[in-house]
């Protein structure tokens, strides 16, 4: 076996040294009716490497990739480029095959890049600090909420009508194990300052999300003001961190907590997965923050080096009172975001999004043209959503057979078959002006 | 003779003088490196995107204000950075890392490039069903594989982490508690002491009260105290219970376990972090548990990547099948399909815990991972993950302190017992990376005196184990010496021991620009 | 004014009905550098034995209980920039709160200085 680098004779020597008779002696505390005589049934023996990649390349090759066709997907996880030197970064073994920084002196490579990982994503967001990951956007914001109710002594949150539904499922779930009240306004494309009505002295926090999950972008300032009159905290999340570079962010905002998701700067589709959760907030409660945090510091000769900090309130050292469970993030997520935005610069940052957005308007021309549909989000980023007088489902089933992906149907996302005739698309800097001529005819013909 | 005289000498010049302080910062192959924020500048980039032609109409005006100020750097910087830095890190592709309870094997490379076929990279979770249906076909094959190696009826795909695998199996407790209107009043889950640290942590996420177990002396549940535990069975939801638990060694009384808290009216969560020890051996299903998390990036095998992605996929029991969370897949005639909303056939489920579907990426690796090894090779794997693991322990147990007796299971546990006065586990670990090894887990589990947990995995051949035996076994000598010089290690390293103190006392958790009166004075 | 010990390492210096609570040389040194402190704000009440306050290392953070019961009348605000004053001056300068007793009959089951003494040196 490839893997294995034991042979028989050195099996037989090492049993020898131990004193056992065969490896049977190490599991006699498994109890007698739970030992397997052979090797358990049902699952086909070892392969080679060639039929392993030849099973993989059959599945793989069932699957339409987002760069084969006209491609429109969004909804929490985007269509972008990813520079070549990014991937062979995080294919370095140094990277890609080590563990959480525990022993610092020789773990300066990945403490490093957090700590610039950090940086970054404060500045991005407009935060004063940030997190060294969380597993997603989705989690992130629900750890978010929990947050806000230990730092306020509260125990409600207000969902706006504009987050993404999966966020909000996620949130929900957490909170309500641990007997918080969750609030969720009714589905809206553009209410989200409709949070600012919401809070009073028992709300913990209210949590809006702009550009939400129908595209559309919203300055929440004065939905902070009466958060904070309250004595409430704002969550501001967002799916696209793209957006980062254009569109108002959380801190200037006035948001205390800010999270989103980073899958778009370095990351893959995946299929929904490893993606990584950005999370920041204020200087003042960085000390109720979940997750690991990468803090500067010096050696015993005083050279300036990195280590995790505050790990008081980590599950490693506080168990049953830590500010979460998380142990594993998404360090290496972590670190294709960090070289993309290392390569990106803010500059690059800036232009890549003010590139997606055009795409969108081009797009939302395009489509608008059409009689028939209707953009129904007022002002958005590089996505946004759109109505046919078909149901959404049957229009996305005809523009697959036209081997066009044209984008969410708005009743995938909500229970209870609202919105049957909305349509969310995204565009992106992989956009191009013949994508989007294919999708206008595809979908002139339909409607 | 035509004497030619042009040339360098070629013997070495021997001198005992050392450079320990270079101008440029570097040490030979060791380069100095900046932060990004000094060596990158805001006008730079490494990426060449098509001119905006500036368009920003539909926005409304919700446009940043201030700028993110962040460098860039070009390509050839960029990977600099990179390289250098990577060289500041230990990884199991560098050496041996025995850190126990973590599982760090060698992390096959096929696996990547599996990862990477754009039929799996590149497809979108939200994409219509009838595209991805080889995405899907894949969940399912890892699914069948995880039952049938637990022997248990269902999996849960979609938690992110080993820890979030927990929180979906104690998550589909409470449930289950609901369901009996028993939520209210069974609220005690029972914990034991040597358990990590995300146990307890989990218990309280979900709403739970936390009661620890002792440990008895010989490492394992304390069955006096569990059954005193138990003497009040109307408040108990359940125990979380690792197996093979912390301390290497597999709880004998497992079956007595799951029979008392199940006649107790609580279920089993097993956490399955040390699943690398039975893989292919022992079906925790035939051990009566209900709910146990698998650590793909542990046992299959998934890169650690310096603190995730991991991918916690969490089987459970028949009484706990019905409450797993969306989104899932099913198979009928018609193919592959993903149940994402809470109704139907799901609508006893506990509800959604992340996005989307999990960690595709991660069982991607995995399943490359199981075909390679099949059902013979991982049956082997555990068998030489056990192996490894006792030859450690009785190479070392002479001049080491066995933290308990008789054999263990994948990992090798130690006190510090054997060290002088003034010795620590610290100086012990950070000697070993003078000698080239990562250190072991240290100071856990909690249960035992500066704990030092070896796990050496199935991956590491007898003359590695050799090696790192000879130098572990000088180093535990130099210990029950008391040498104090250990109190300095590493003295090779790329950095000296940090200064953890000042780091906690004074947090600076990211880079501020010099004030312009410091850079003035420079 | 004197001052008591409770087996959980805290001291109480007793003046009227106010009471100065930290904790002792004893537990501070076994603590290690302390890099940080969560004092209780004026106005919150506690009954004996409650967490009151909660001091970290760097790798452990513990609770630190009410010794008597009674109501915060100040928190020592200084030890938010300058924990390291836990380690330099426990039993002075790095007290952690101000209580009104009270129940000043809880303070007798306190130990006085000797009996801490000995209860440390029986550890």
Same mark, same amino acid.
């Given at each position: 076996?490839?893997?294995?680098?034991?042979?028989?004779?050195?099996?037989?020597?090492?049993?020898?040294?131990?004193?056992?008779?065969?490896?049977?002696?190490?599991y006699q505390?498994?109890?007698?009716?739970?030992?397997?005589?052979?090797?358990?049934?049902?699952l086909?023996?070892?392969?080679?490497?060639?039929?392993?990649?030849?099973h993989?390349?059959?599945?793989?090759?069932?699957?339409?990739?987002?760069?084969?066709?006209?491609?429109?997907?969004?909804?929490?996880?985007?269509?972008?480029?990813?520079?070549?030197?990014?991937?062979?970064?995080?294919?370095?073994?140094?990277?890609?095959?080590?563990?959480?920084?525990?022993?610092p002196?020789?773990?300066?490579?990945?403490?490093?890049?957090?700590?610039?990982?950090?940086?970054?994503?404060?500045?991005?967001?407009?935060?004063?600090?940030?997190?060294?990951?969380?597993?997603?956007?989705?989690?992130?914001?629900?750890?978010?909420?929990?947050?806000?109710?230990?730092?306020?002594k509260?125990?409600?949150?207000?969902?706006?009508g504009?987050?993404?539904?999966?966020?909000?499922?996620?949130?929900?779930?957490?909170?309500?194990?641990?007997?918080?009240?969750?609030?969720?306004?009714?589905?809206?494309?553009?209410?989200?300052?409709?949070?600012?009505?919401?809070?009073?002295?028992?709300?913990?926090?209210?949590?809006?999300?702009?550009?939400?999950?129908?595209?559309?972008?919203?300055?929440?300032?004065?939905?902070?003001?009466?958060?904070?009159?309250?004595?409430?905290?704002?969550?501001?999340?967002?799916?696209?961190?793209?957006?980062?570079?254009?569109?108002?962010?959380?801190?200037?905002?006035?948001?205390?907590?800010?999270?989103?998701?980073?899958?778009?700067?370095?990351?893959?589709?995946?299929?929904?997965?490893?993606?990584?959760g950005?999370?920041?907030?204020?200087?003042?409660?960085?000390?109720?923050?979940?997750?690991?945090?990468?803090?500067?510091?010096?050696?015993?000769?005083?050279?300036r080096?990195?280590?995790?900090?505050?790990?008081?309130?980590?599950?490693?050292?506080?168990?049953?009172?830590?500010?979460?469970n998380?142990?594993?993030?998404?360090?290496?997520?972590?670190?294709?975001?960090?070289?993309?935005?290392?390569?990106?610069?803010?500059?690059g940052?800036?232009?890549?999004?003010?590139?997606?957005?055009?795409?969108?308007?081009?797009l939302?021309?395009?489509?608008?043209?059409?009689?028939?549909?209707?953009?129904?989000?007022?002002?958005?980023?590089?996505?946004?959503?759109?109505?046919?007088?078909?149901?959404?489902?049957?229009?996305?089933?005809?523009?697959?057979?036209?081997?066009?992906?044209?984008?969410?149907?708005?009743?995938?996302?909500?229970?209870?078959?609202?919105?049957?005739?909305?349509i969310?698309?995204?565009?992106?800097?992989?956009?191009?002006?013949?994508?989007?001529?294919?999708?206008?005819?595809?979908?002139?013909?339909?409607? | 003779?035509?004497?030619?005289?042009?040339?360098?000498?070629?013997?070495?010049?021997?001198?005992?003088a050392?450079?320990?302080?270079?101008?440029s910062?570097?040490?030979?192959?060791?380069?100095?490196?900046?932060l990004?924020f000094?060596?990158?500048?805001?006008?730079?980039?490494?990426?060449?995107?098509?001119?905006?032609?500036?368009?920003?109409?539909?926005?409304?005006?919700?446009?940043?204000?201030?700028?993110?100020?962040?460098?860039?750097?070009?390509e050839?910087?960029?990977?600099?950075?990179?390289?250098?830095?990577?060289?500041?890190n230990?990884?199991?592709?560098?050496?041996?890392?025995?850190?126990?309870?973590?599982?760090?094997?060698?992390n096959?490379?096929?696996?990547?490039?599996?990862?990477?076929?754009?039929?799996f990279?590149?497809?979108h979770?939200?994409?219509?069903?009838?595209?991805?249906?080889?995405?899907?076909?894949?969940?399912?094959?890892?699914?069948?594989?995880?039952k049938?190696?637990?022997?248990?009826?269902?999996?849960?795909?979609?938690?992110?982490?080993?820890?979030?695998?927990?929180?979906?199996?104690?998550?589909?407790?409470?449930?289950?508690?609901?369901?009996?209107?028993e939520?209210g009043?069974?609220?005690?889950?029972?914990?034991?002491?040597?358990?990590?640290?995300?146990?307890?942590?989990?218990?309280?996420?979900?709403?739970?009260?936390?009661?620890?177990?002792?440990?008895?002396?010989?490492?394992?549940?304390?069955?006096?105290?569990?059954?005193?535990?138990?003497?009040?069975?109307?408040?108990?939801?359940?125990?979380?219970?690792?197996?093979?638990?912390?301390?290497?060694?597999?709880?004998?009384?497992?079956?007595?376990?799951?029979?008392?808290?199940?006649?107790?009216?609580?279920?089993?969560?097993?956490?399955?972090?040390?699943?690398?020890?039975?893989?292919?051996?022992?079906?925790?299903?035939?051990?009566?548990?209900?709910?146990?998390?698998?650590?793909?990036?542990?046992?299959?095998?998934?890169?650690?990547?310096?603190?995730g992605?991991?991918?916690?996929?969490?089987?459970?029991?028949?009484a706990l099948?019905?409450f797993?969370?969306?989104? %899932?897949?099913?198979?009928?005639?018609? !193919?592959?399909? *993903? $149940? #994402?909303?809470? =109704?139907? &056939?799901?609508?006893?489920?506990?509800?959604?815990?992340?996005?989307?579907?999990?960690?595709?990426?991660?069982?991607?690796?995995?399943?490359?991972?199981?075909?390679?090894?099949?059902?013979?090779?991982?049956?082997?794997v555990?068998?030489?993950?056990?192996?490894?693991?006792?030859?450690v322990?009785?190479?070392?147990?002479?001049?080491?302190?066995?933290?308990?007796?008789g054999?263990?299971?994948?990992?090798?546990l130690?006190?510090?017992?054997?060290?002088?006065?003034?010795?620590?586990?610290?100086?012990?670990?950070?000697?070993?990376?003078?000698?080239?090894?990562?250190?072991?887990?240290? %100071?856990?589990?909690?249960?035992?005196? !500066?704990?030092? *947990? $070896? #796990?050496?995995? =199935?991956? &590491?051949?007898?003359?590695?184990?050799?090696?790192?035996?000879?130098?572990?076994?000088?180093?535990?000598?130099?210990?029950?010496?008391?040498?104090?010089?250990?109190?300095?290690?590493?003295?090779?390293?790329?950095?000296?021991?940090?200064?953890?103190?000042?780091?906690?006392?004074?947090?600076?958790?990211k880079?501020?620009?010099p004030?312009?009166?410091?850079?003035?004075?420079e | 004014?004197?001052?008591?010990?409770?087996?959980?390492?805290?001291?109480?210096a007793?003046?009227?009905?106010?009471?100065?609570?930290?904790?002792?040389?004893?537990?501070?040194?076994?603590?290690?550098?302390?890099?940080?402190?969560?004092v209780?704000?004026?106005?919150?009440?506690?009954t004996?034995?409650?967490?009151?306050?909660?001091?970290?290392?760097?790798?452990?953070?513990?609770?630190?209980?009410?010794?008597?019961?009674?109501?915060?009348?100040?928190?020592?605000?200084?030890?938010?920039?300058?924990?390291?004053?836990?380690?330099?001056?426990?039993?002075?300068?790095?007290?952690?709160?101000?209580i009104?007793i009270?129940?000043?009959?809880?303070?007798s089951?306190?130990?006085?200085?000797?009996?801490?003494?000995?209860?440390?040196?029986?550890?």
């Amino acid at each position: 076996m490839r893997y294995l680098p034991l042979t028989p004779e050195d099996r037989a020597a090492m049993l020898n040294t131990i004193g056992a008779a065969s490896v049977d002696d190490f599991y006699q505390d498994v109890p007698q009716s739970a030992r397997l005589g052979g090797q358990i049934e049902g699952l086909p023996n070892h392969q080679g490497e060639l039929a392993v990649e030849r099973h993989m390349s059959r599945l793989a090759a069932l699957n339409t990739t987002a760069s084969d066709v006209p491609f429109f997907v969004g909804c929490g996880a985007y269509k972008h480029h990813v520079p070549a030197s990014v991937d062979m970064v995080i294919q370095r073994s140094e990277f890609l095959t080590t563990y959480t920084p525990y022993q610092p002196e020789i773990a300066q490579g990945t403490l490093q890049t957090l700590f610039e990982f950090q940086t970054q994503v404060a500045s991005m967001t407009a935060m004063d600090v940030a997190n060294a990951s969380m597993y997603d956007g989705s989690t992130s914001c629900a750890e978010a909420a929990v947050m806000a109710c230990r730092v306020t002594k509260r125990k409600k949150v207000v969902l706006s009508g504009g987050i993404h539904p999966h966020y909000a499922a996620a949130t929900r779930l957490l909170c309500e194990a641990q007997g918080i009240e969750v609030v969720q306004l009714p589905t809206a494309v553009d209410g989200e300052l409709e949070l600012a009505n919401h809070v009073d002295e028992t709300t913990a926090c209210v949590i809006g999300q702009s550009p939400n999950v129908f595209g559309t972008v919203t300055d929440l300032s004065s939905v902070a003001d009466a958060a904070h009159e309250k004595k409430a905290l704002l969550v501001s999340v967002f799916t696209e961190a793209v957006s980062l570079g254009l569109v108002t962010p959380p801190g200037e905002m006035g948001a205390d907590i800010a999270v989103g998701e980073g899958q778009s700067i370095g990351g893959a589709l995946n299929f929904g997965g490893p993606y990584v959760g950005l999370f920041a907030c204020t200087k003042k409660l960085v000390r109720q923050m979940p997750g690991r945090l990468c803090g500067e510091t010096v050696d015993a000769e005083g050279k300036r080096g990195f280590v995790l900090t505050l790990s008081t309130r980590e599950q490693h050292i506080r168990r049953d009172k830590a500010t979460s469970n998380i142990c594993t993030n998404s360090g290496l997520c972590a670190l294709a975001f960090t070289a993309h935005m290392t390569l990106l610069g803010g500059k690059g940052l800036r232009d890549l999004a003010v590139l997606n957005h055009e795409a969108a308007c081009d797009l939302a021309d395009a489509l608008e043209a059409i009689d028939g549909v209707e953009i129904v989000t007022p002002r958005f980023f590089n996505e946004f959503a759109f109505t046919t007088p078909l149901d959404a489902e049957a229009v996305i089933a005809m523009l697959e057979e036209r081997g066009i992906l044209g984008g969410v149907r708005a009743s995938r996302l909500l229970p209870n078959g609202q919105m049957n005739n909305v349509i969310i698309a995204a565009a992106t800097e992989c956009t191009t002006e013949e994508d989007i001529e294919a999708y206008a005819a595809a979908l002139k013909e339909i409607v | 003779m035509g004497m030619q005289t042009i040339g360098r000498p070629t013997a070495p010049f021997a001198s005992d003088a050392i450079a320990n302080d270079t101008i440029s910062g570097s040490r030979g192959l060791l380069q100095h490196e900046g932060l990004i924020f000094e060596v990158g500048s805001p006008d730079k980039t490494g990426v060449d995107l098509p001119k905006p032609k500036g368009r920003t109409d539909r926005l409304g005006g919700v446009a940043r204000k201030v700028d993110t100020g962040l460098p860039g750097l070009t390509e050839p910087e960029a990977v600099r950075h990179y390289m250098r830095l990577s060289q500041r890190n230990y990884a199991i592709d560098l050496g041996f890392f025995p850190l126990g309870s973590c599982t760090m094997k060698h992390n096959p490379r096929l696996n990547e490039k599996a990862a990477r076929l754009p039929g799996f990279a590149d497809i979108h979770p939200m994409q219509p069903q009838s595209t991805v249906q080889g995405a899907l076909a894949l969940i399912d094959e890892l699914a069948t594989w995880l039952k049938t190696l637990t022997g248990m009826p269902a999996v849960a795909m979609s938690p992110k982490a080993g820890a979030h695998g927990e929180l979906c199996g104690m998550l589909a407790i409470r449930q289950a508690l609901i369901a009996r209107g028993e939520a209210g009043t069974r609220k005690r889950v029972l914990v034991p002491a040597s358990a990590h640290g995300t146990n307890p942590a989990t218990a309280i996420q979900c709403g739970f009260i936390v009661d620890e177990i002792k440990a008895d002396a010989r490492g394992r549940v304390d069955m006096d105290d569990f059954k005193r535990k138990l003497e009040h069975t109307d408040d108990v939801a359940g125990i979380m219970l690792t197996n093979p638990n912390t301390c290497g060694l597999f709880e004998t009384d497992i079956k007595e376990i799951a029979d008392l808290i199940h006649d107790a009216g609580g279920y089993f969560y097993c956490d399955g972090a040390n699943f690398n020890a039975i893989v292919g051996r022992v079906r925790p299903g035939d051990l009566g548990i209900d709910a146990m998390h698998i650590n793909l990036h542990k046992t299959f095998s998934t890169p650690h990547g310096g603190g995730g992605p991991g991918s916690g996929p969490t089987v459970l029991s028949d009484a706990l099948a019905p409450f797993a969370p969306v989104p %899932y897949v099913t198979y009928d005639n018609d !193919g592959y399909h *993903l $149940i #994402e909303q809470i =109704e139907g &056939e799901a609508s006893d489920a506990f509800g959604r815990m992340v996005a989307f579907h999990g960690q595709m990426g991660m069982f991607v690796r995995a399943l490359a991972y199981m075909l390679s090894h099949g059902a013979d090779g991982l049956k082997q794997v555990a068998e030489d993950a056990v192996l490894n693991a006792n030859y450690v322990q009785a190479r070392l147990k002479n001049v080491m302190t066995p933290a308990f007796d008789g054999f263990c299971m994948h990992e090798a546990l130690f006190s510090d017992a054997f060290t002088a006065d003034g010795i620590e586990t610290i100086d012990i670990a950070k000697a070993l990376i003078d000698e080239g090894y990562h250190p072991m887990t240290m %100071y856990f589990p909690l249960v035992v005196h !500066g704990a030092m *947990l $070896i #796990e050496p995995t =199935e991956t &590491e051949s007898k003359q590695e184990l050799d090696r790192f035996c000879d130098a572990l076994e000088g180093i535990a000598k130099r210990a029950a010496a008391g040498d104090e010089a250990m109190k300095g290690a590493p003295y090779l390293a790329p950095m000296k021991r940090l200064d953890e103190t000042l780091a906690a006392r004074k947090p600076v958790l990211k880079w501020t620009p010099p004030a312009p009166e410091a850079i003035a004075a420079e | 004014m004197s001052t008591y010990y409770t087996e959980d390492h805290e001291w109480i210096a007793v003046e009227g009905d106010i009471g100065t609570v930290g904790i002792t040389k004893y537990a501070a040194e076994q603590l290690g550098d302390v890099v940080f402190v969560e004092v209780p704000e004026a106005g919150i009440t506690f009954t004996k034995g409650d967490d009151m306050a909660v001091v970290e290392s760097v790798k452990a953070a513990s609770d630190v209980y009410a010794p008597v019961a009674g109501e915060v009348v100040e928190g020592n605000g200084d030890l938010a920039d300058a924990p390291q004053t836990v380690n330099e001056d426990p039993e002075g300068k790095g007290w952690f709160c101000k209580i009104k007793i009270s129940d000043a009959a809880e303070v007798s089951t306190l130990m006085d200085a000797s009996a801490y003494k000995a209860f440390c040196e029986g550890l």
